[in-house]
């Protein structure tokens, strides 16, 4: 039986977490809008609270793991700010509660992005914004909270996520043009792409979660897929997908100077560590997210097709 927290369970990340627990596990999703929980996959009974609901609660967790993920995605000092004090006063609540373990959920985008090889745990980092300055102090101030409450702590580095329904990626981009026009068109700056499919790095916390070995503990990892490459494969990746379905793609280069950009991430220790593995590769990526939106247009299909208009 699992008992967890998590925090951001609405987001794309805490939405596909929620979705591996059973019903055996004990599960309290926060969120700062219940609204965005109310059509949930779990097979768990999840407990849902607001943020302000829980920081006002005094319930028994003892036994339970605090997961970490809620951060705004944002490079605006104010989003930031609020983020640092809601993790200052969610480590607070949870300690007077019981909890005594955290997995927080930190980034690949901490190490320098013209990186020559995929970055390591032992790198320097190289913070470029407010984004990666709060992620940075907030690894720190949990660290040096969790050592002052004898708390176990882990801080997991995850790679640049993907999966379905997340506009935010150039891939979700590139398939819906490929979809819908028939081609796609990218530059060639030579920058280095690392996806990892968001259902992988829920399996990886997951596993984090479950680890009893004290060393694993108090560390911090990287997690993500081995895999890096160009646009120029991601095209090609989406034209052999798109041609498994029929459907025929144009893909137009234009040249472009290069960049040096690399998000690639050197993961081995926590695979070597817990025996976790991305199950995704990039083609696995891309057909995921093809079938998907093929779903999707379908589905918008037919409903037009039942308000009786003409298509």
């Not at 949930?40 to 920081?55: G, K, M």
């Not at 996520?161 to 891939?171: D, E």
């Not at 979660?209 to 494969?233: I, K, R």
Request: hydrophobic content about 40%; overall charge negative.
């Amino acid at each position: 039986m699992r008992k967890v927290i998590i925090s951001g369970a609405s987001g794309f990340l805490g939405r596909n977490l929620l979705a591996l627990f059973g019903e055996d596990d004990d599960v309290i999703a926060l969120t700062s809008d219940v609204r965005k929980l109310e059509e949930i996959s779990c097979a768990a009974p999840v407990r849902i609270l607001s943020n302000t609901a829980f920081l006002e609660s005094n319930l028994d967790l003892n036994g339970f793991t605090l997961l970490h993920l809620a951060y705004a995605r944002s490079h605006e000092a104010e989003p930031i700010t609020d983020s640092i004090q809601f993790s200052v006063r969610l480590l607070q609540a949870a300690q007077a509660m019981g909890v005594r373990r955290i997995i927080h959920i930190s980034s690949q985008s901490l190490y320098d992005v013209h990186r020559a090889a995929p970055a390591k745990v032992s790198d320097l980092v190289w913070p470029t914004n407010l984004y990666d300055i709060g992620k940075y102090y907030l690894e720190h101030w949990i660290s040096e909270f969790a050592v002052k409450n004898r708390w176990d702590f882990v801080h997991l580095r995850i790679a640049s996520l993907v999966g379905n329904n997340f506009p935010q990626r150039i891939t979700t981009r590139l398939v819906q043009n490929a979809l819908t026009k028939g081609e796609i068109s990218i530059n060639l700056n030579g920058k280095l792409f690392s996806y990892t499919h968001v259902r992988d790095v829920a399996d990886a916390i997951l596993i984090a979660q479950c680890m009893e070995d004290p060393a694993f503990w108090n560390q911090t990892y990287n997690v993500g897929s081995m895999e890096s490459y160009p646009l120029t494969h991601v095209a090609k990746a989406i034209g052999e997908v798109c041609a498994e379905e029929g459907i025929t793609v144009t893909i137009h280069e234009a040249p472009a100077p290069e960049n040096g950009e690399n998000s690639s991430l050197d993961s081995l220790d926590f695979m070597e560590r817990t025996g976790w593995q991305a199950k995704f590769s990039l083609k696995d990526i891309i057909r995921d997210e093809v079938k998907f939106q093929l779903r999707q247009n379908n589905d918008s299909l037919s409903r037009t097709k039942g308000n009786g208009l003409n298509v």
